[in-house]
Structures are given as C-alpha cells and as structure tokens.
C-alpha cells in the first residue's frame, strides 16, 4: 500500500483499511509514513484488528 498527498492546510486526517493483494485483511500491520515538509514529520501506525488506521497531522504539507 502506498500513499500520496500534497495539500496546504492545517490538519490532515489519514486512515483507510489495509488489506493484501489478494483483498485479504492485514491486521496488526506497521504503516511508515515520511511526510515531506519543512520539518520532517515521520508516522508510524499499526493497524488495529479489523485492518483499520488513521493519523492526523497538524502541521501544513507544503
């Protein structure tokens, strides 16, 4: 799974369910995501049992 997003605002919510190629659920998996800003802000979520995660960022993505 691999996410994108290049917005100008001050909180960002993130989340989605993660699954295998197969649309099999991948619970307890680890998401690393490197948010390209002035400040690097780096996030690591695991999902929760049923495949889900969510993070918010305050700060503004250039």
Not at 24 to 37: D, E, K, R, V
Not at 43 to 61: F, G, H, N, R, V
Request: with cysteine; proline share 5%.
């Amino acid at each position: 799974m691999v996410f994108s997003a290049k917005l100008n605002a001050q909180k960002i919510k993130v989340f989605g369910k993660v699954t295998d190629n197969l649309q099999s659920p991948l619970p307890y998996a680890n998401i690393l995501t490197i948010l390209q800003t002035d400040d690097l802000e780096i996030k690591l979520t695991i999902t929760e049992q049923d495949c889900s995660y969510a993070w918010y960022s305050a700060k503004p993505m250039s």
